[in-house]
């Protein structure tokens, strides 16, 4: 897929231009000393910002969530990117107000800056993109006096309607970073592969995500068959009717306050589909490292934590015959040895199998680093709900935003 229908940075020279570029570095973080404990996504954009090397480049971009404990600044970011990229980043301590914007109207072509996490400020998480409220708000009005550019390279935040994402349609060109070229084309590239089978692993523990998805995946036929793991198949195996043990009804109910709504979901995915999931067979469980068949009593101190060796079996096989392959999501608590097993050799099938590959998501991406598969596993994506929105079909804002933008300035 080469051509988009929004602007590409081959369609403009970006020397000496002032240029906004949104990315999405959000990562996981030591809570007791702020450390970045992986950088996948930061490596990901170094080809857009090297691209940028002759610009006046301001860099926006967002880690955690308020009242999370990496709800942090920035700072330690731009010093991360510094050691990645070799160049200066300049770090400034807002997003805007007299002291960032007389910073950015300073600059000089190659010159680097950052801004704070812009998620510290309400207007990015409080605000959708109704009646045109982003394009309204003061993060807009104070930044789009600045730029004559608007790279949106934050492929992970794409089904996210948010101020610094696609607040700037109307200010100026908005144009895709290489890496959302690659992300699309890549995604592009299996939704629209003929070689069957076509298959999804979704694991993990955001069963909201994965329910959202296992029904346009089977209905438009974007993949063949599901392989379920980790608290995802638990909930698939409540609704048919699997003893899960208390523990684990417990944690889908704390995690998930429409839990009710999403086991009725699942229960009518399996009605219609129940030949083209593939849910797992026996578990192992925490503490007590026991392994047990589906349908036996999962006592109520113990959690599943990890498939067993038949579900392995059982699911290598599909994982084997397949043409296409979409991972998301670990088999259990892969971080703890002892329950590491199934997901490490179900990733390892796949990372063998014959077949073009897409992985995504936060504990995927872990997981793949910690069992140094990485070379193996086809193209690996900084998306989670972003990549799974897309391969659903879902509408995606800030896609449409860019589109919409290239209708308003025309041209190249």
Same mark, same amino acid.
């Given at each position: 897929?080469?051509?988009?229908?929004?602007?590409?940075?081959?369609?403009?020279?970006?020397?000496?231009?002032?240029?906004?570029?949104?990315?999405?570095?959000?990562?996981?973080?030591?809570?007791?000393?702020?450390?970045?404990?992986?950088?996948?996504?930061?490596?990901?954009?170094?080809?857009?910002?090297?691209?940028?090397?002759?610009?006046?480049?301001?860099?926006?971009?967002?880690?955690?969530?308020?009242?999370?404990?990496?709800?942090?600044?920035?700072?330690?970011?731009?010093?991360?990117?510094?050691?990645?990229?070799?160049?200066?980043?300049?770090?400034?301590?807002?997003?805007?107000?007299?002291?960032?914007?007389?910073?950015?109207?300073?600059?000089?072509?190659?010159?680097?800056?950052?801004?704070?996490?812009?998620?510290?400020?309400?207007?990015?998480?409080?605000?959708?993109?109704?009646?045109?409220?982003?394009?309204?708000?003061?993060?807009?009005?104070?930044?789009?006096?600045?730029?004559?550019?608007?790279?949106?390279?934050?492929?992970?935040?794409?089904?996210?309607?948010?101020?610094?994402?696609?607040?700037?349609?109307?200010?100026?060109?908005?144009?895709?970073?290489?890496?959302?070229?690659?992300?699309?084309?890549?995604?592009?590239?299996?939704?629209?592969?003929?070689?069957?089978?076509?298959?999804?692993?979704?694991?993990?523990?955001?069963?909201?995500?994965?329910?959202?998805?296992?029904?346009?995946?089977?209905?438009?036929?974007?993949?063949?068959?599901?392989?379920?793991?980790?608290?995802?198949?638990?909930?698939?195996?409540?609704?048919?009717?699997?003893?899960?043990?208390?523990?684990?009804?417990?944690?889908?109910?704390?995690?998930?306050?429409?839990?009710?709504?999403?086991?009725?979901?699942?229960?009518?995915?399996?009605?219609?589909?129940?030949?083209?999931?593939?849910?797992?067979?026996?578990?192992?469980?925490?503490?007590?490292?026991?392994?047990?068949?589906?349908?036996?009593?999962?006592?109520?101190?113990?959690?599943? #934590?990890? $498939?067993?060796?038949? &579900?392995?079996?059982?699911?290598?096989? *599909?994982?084997?015959?397949? +043409? %296409?392959?979409? /991972?998301?999501?670990?088999?259990?608590?892969?971080?703890?040895?002892?329950?590491?097993?199934?997901?490490?050799?179900?990733?390892?099938?796949?990372?063998?199998?014959?077949?073009?590959?897409?992985?995504?998501?936060?504990?995927?991406?872990?997981?793949?680093?910690?069992?140094?598969?990485?070379?193996?596993?086809?193209?690996?994506?900084?998306?989670?709900? #972003?990549? $799974?929105?897309?391969? &659903?079909?879902?509408?995606?804002?800030? *896609?449409?935003?860019?589109? +919409? %933008?290239?209708? /308003?300035?025309?041209?190249?």
């Amino acid at each position: 897929m080469d051509d988009f229908p929004f602007y590409t940075m081959n369609d403009f020279d970006f020397t000496d231009k002032r240029v906004y570029l949104r990315i999405d570095i959000n990562s996981p973080i030591n809570p007791i000393n702020g450390e970045i404990l992986d950088d996948t996504r930061f490596r990901h954009h170094i080809q857009t910002i090297n691209e940028l090397k002759s610009s006046k480049l301001v860099i926006v971009a967002h880690q955690g969530r308020p009242g999370d404990s990496d709800f942090v600044s920035l700072r330690n970011h731009a010093r991360h990117l510094e050691k990645l990229i070799g160049r200066d980043v300049t770090f400034v301590d807002s997003l805007f107000g007299s002291a960032a914007n007389d910073r950015i109207r300073g600059m000089r072509a190659g010159e680097i800056i950052m801004l704070e996490n812009s998620r510290f400020y309400s207007e990015e998480i409080m605000l959708r993109d109704e009646d045109d409220t982003l394009v309204n708000t003061h993060i807009v009005k104070n930044l789009s006096q600045l730029f004559d550019y608007y790279i949106i390279d934050a492929f992970a935040a794409i089904h996210r309607a948010q101020t610094t994402l696609t607040g700037f349609r109307n200010a100026g060109p908005n144009i895709a970073g290489r890496l959302m070229e690659n992300e699309i084309k890549n995604i592009e590239a299996f939704k629209q592969s003929h070689e069957h089978p076509k298959i999804a692993i979704l694991g993990g523990s955001k069963i909201s995500d994965a329910i959202q998805v296992a029904r346009p995946f089977l209905e438009k036929n974007i993949v063949d068959q599901i392989i379920l793991g980790g608290v995802v198949a638990n909930i698939f195996l409540w609704a048919s009717g699997v003893d899960i043990g208390l523990r684990n009804r417990e944690f889908i109910i704390k995690h998930n306050k429409n839990h009710e709504k999403l086991i009725t979901e699942c229960k009518s995915i399996l009605s219609k589909y129940n030949k083209n999931i593939h849910m797992p067979v026996d578990f192992v469980l925490n503490p007590s490292q026991n392994r047990i068949n589906i349908g036996e009593h999962v006592p109520d101190k113990d959690l599943i #934590a990890d $498939i067993g060796i038949e &579900s392995v079996l059982k699911f290598s096989k *599909i994982i084997e015959n397949a +043409k %296409n392959i979409f /991972l998301n999501g670990p088999m259990g608590m892969y971080e703890i040895n002892e329950y590491s097993l199934g997901t490490r050799e179900l990733f390892n099938d796949v990372a063998q199998a014959d077949a073009l590959k897409i992985v995504g998501g936060g504990h995927t991406i872990n997981a793949i680093n910690e069992f140094s598969l990485e070379p193996s596993m086809g193209y690996i994506s900084t998306g989670g709900g #972003a990549l $799974i929105n897309y391969l &659903s079909g879902e509408s995606i804002p800030v *896609i449409e935003s860019l589109i +919409k %933008n290239r209708a /308003l300035f025309g041209g190249n």
